[in-house]
């Protein structure tokens, strides 16, 4: 597996407080929105991320509008790589931000390695009893070539953070609003400083 940096994001977004300006690492300025599972046209032109719809782990569609004013990490995932202990992480902060209207997205893809050859319900099998996951688990998709699913082609092409997926469990953090506000590379812990840092500004922003 390649070797991945851990170095941070450049800034992407500035928030002014009193009279002066505090440059957030991978943020921009949040909006507070209370969750709706209706959207307008203008709502998904303004949030993209809102109008995907996939289907969950055992083939239910999902569509993400359902997640709106949640603040959202969105991670590719698999069962046989060097990263999968990550998916302790990944509940760990999950359950830690919950209450606070937080939610990690799964998407399983074989994309890498062959690191994730099972159906659906082999990978559901090994994720709940391995590792007693309770965050929202998606059917498997692509990520990457031909085959890649329409929701990463807007993450890797069109959002602020373009640039393809490089290996499992690549991870993107989204604000209330449906923006796409940091990227983190797959060999970094989902509890590291730089990602809970950013989770808990999020989370407090309104």
């Known amino acids: 597996m390649p070797n991945y940096s851990r170095t941070l994001l450049p800034l992407s977004g500035v928030v002014l407080l009193g009279l002066g300006l505090i440059a957030f ?22 949030a993209p991320l ?18 709106k004013g949640k603040v959202l990490l969105i991670v590719n995932t698999a069962s046989m790589c060097g990263n999968t202990p990550q998916y302790a992480g990944l509940q760990e902060i999950y ?3 919950q209450e606070q209207g ?16 099972g159906t659906n319900q082999e990978i ?21 070539g031909k085959d890649k699913h329409p929701l990463y082609r807007y993450l890797t092409e069109q959002s602020a953070f373009p640039g393809r997926v490089t290996w499992n ?26 990602i809970l840092t950013d989770v808990e500004r999020a989370l407090a922003a309104s």
């Open 25 to 46: 690492s991978t943020s921009n300025t949040y909006a507070n929105q209370k969750q709706s599972t209706a959207l307008s046209r203008t709502d998904v032109a303004a």
């Open 50 to 67: 809102y109008g995907f719809r996939l289907p969950d782990i055992d083939g239910r569609p999902i569509d993400l509008k359902t997640f």
């Open 95 to 97: 359950e830690r931000y």
């Open 102 to 117: 937080f939610e990690v997205l799964a998407f399983p893809a074989n994309d890498f390695g062959q690191q994730e050859p």
């Open 124 to 144: 559901k099998g090994f994720c709940y009893t391995k590792y007693s996951v309770s965050f929202p688990l998606f059917s498997k998709i692509s990520v990457v």
């Open 169 to 194: 469990f690549q991870k993107y953090l989204v604000d209330r609003s449906g923006n796409v506000i940091g990227k983190y590379d797959p060999g970094m812990n989902p509890l590291s400083p730089a």
